[in-house]
């Protein structure tokens, strides 16, 4: 038998440190290649690392919350024979940290970014089980992860699990809709919807201690860095207009009645995405990037979505948006948005963006200044879309109307095409056959 230490790898965003935020194995725990041993947290992404090994858990060396240096070992394990034995359908990158691993020297940290698809359907059917008598072990396709109040016995995976428990719903009490009675995302926000509504009702006690800490780290503190910068290196401009989006509201419910559309989300943010794609190519500039030395103009657009999530505010893109149908484009922004929320988005998923645009409606929000993302020189903020008074043909009539906001960079982009962006994004909200041309 051979001992092997695990180092915390670079998972592919140029970080150096990362918070355990839970393990899935405990020592005496036997581990295959590919199994899931733990989570992490780092400053753009939750992310879910494999065993390089097969063996027995000897030690886990860093504690849930502790924030562990990329390259620092974090679990030890025994292995069975004199060498790592990967397991045939393990992945290259997995297959490589296996590989280089001997007793006498630390394996180098090796960059897990994209150890693929085959890797993640192996480890979401490895979850563990326990009996309140047994030690636990890993069963396969088990959707079962016990623990003290989170619902133990019920069927959910361990992504939902981490949303009802951001979102302080218990698993035992929400009603299950998906296969084999397992507990689905949409099931934990309905259950937390109810749970706000009746929490409502009352007035919360002041909590008995005086004031929270908490702690500056993980996605926080990258937010944080990330407008500290973002504000105080490119001087932000906004532009601002009031749009009659009673058509697109038509639109929009159009394409729900439509069987094409059957089963696909669709809401004023669908055009509203749509629109900038049009209005991007009419005016390139807005899709770019400031290097100090050059202006890149990208002529793709890999459009972010600003996703409110448990863990805070995270910016996916869709990538090559402008290749995509209306439809598909909105398959895309629903898979976008339904996995930021489960804290599955990879820093693959959220790097390389040339513009973003965030739904401040969706709060219930008119309007508002977004700072721009870090590298990109335009941003587009949506607002609420409500009845108002609108001077339509010279009478006073009800019309459905939203306030477009949009802030860039005036190092890159003059007033003249911000303003010439926002008229046409303001163009198609008004009259989407627009997008027809």
Not at 392 to 412: C, L, N, Q, W, Y
């Amino acid at each position: 038998m051979a001992q092997f230490t695990f180092p915390l790898p670079d998972v592919g965003e140029g970080l150096t440190e990362a918070e355990i935020v839970q393990w899935r194995v405990k020592p005496g725990d036997h581990v295959a290649v590919n199994q899931i041993v733990c989570e992490i947290e780092t400053a753009k992404s939750l992310v879910e690392l494999p065993s390089p090994f097969v063996g027995v858990v000897h030690e886990l060396l860093a504690q849930e919350g502790d924030t562990v240096q990329v390259g620092s070992p974090i679990i030890s394990v025994t292995g069975e024979g004199d060498e790592p034995e990967p397991d045939t359908g393990a992945t290259q990158a997995v297959a490589d940290v296996a590989g280089s691993v001997s007793q006498e020297e630390t394996p180098p940290v090796k960059n897990l970014v994209g150890y693929g698809a085959g890797a993640t359907d192996v480890a979401s059917r490895r979850r563990r089980t326990q009996a309140s008598t047994a030690p636990q072990t890993v069963a396969e396709g088990s959707l079962v992860t016990p623990g003290a109040g989170d619902g133990g016995s019920v069927l959910a995976k361990p992504p939902i699990r981490k949303l009802a428990k951001d979102l302080g719903v218990e698993l035992a009490g929400v009603t299950p809709t998906g296969p084999s009675g397992e507990v689905l995302r949409e099931d934990v926000i309905r259950e937390a919807g109810q749970a706000t509504v009746f929490k409502n009702l009352e007035t919360p006690a002041w909590p008995e201690n005086r004031e929270d800490r908490i702690p500056v780290k993980g996605v926080r503190k990258a937010i944080a860095q990330a407008m500290v910068k973002s504000m105080f290196t490119a001087p932000h401009v906004s532009v601002f207009v009031d749009v009659d989006a009673t058509r697109t509201m038509d639109f929009v419910k159009r394409l729900k009645s439509s069987p094409d559309f059957a089963g696909v989300k669709v809401s004023p943010l669908l055009v509203m995405v749509k629109a900038m794609i049009w209005a991007v190519q009419r005016n390139p500039t807005v899709n770019s990037t400031w290097t100090d030395e050059e202006i890149i103009v990208h002529h793709y657009v890999n459009l972010g979505v600003a996703a409110a999530t448990p863990r805070g505010l995270i910016v996916p893109n869709v990538k090559d948006a402008q290749n995509l149908s209306l439809k598909n484009l909105a398959l895309a922004l629903e898979q976008l948005t339904n996995t930021a929320r489960e804290g599955r988005t990879t820093p693959e998923d959220m790097s390389n963006g040339t513009i973003t645009i965030t739904n401040l409606g969706s709060f219930g929000v008119d309007t508002g200044t977004p700072i721009l993302n870090p590298g990109e020189v335009s941003i587009v903020a949506l607002g609420t879309i409500k009845p108002k008074p609108w001077i339509v043909e010279g009478e006073v009539r009800s019309r459905m109307v939203t306030t477009v906001a949009a802030s860039f960079d005036h190092r890159v982009v003059d007033g003249d095409v911000a303003s010439r962006f926002v008229a046409d994004l303001a163009s198609v909200m008004e009259e989407p056959a627009l997008l027809l041309d």
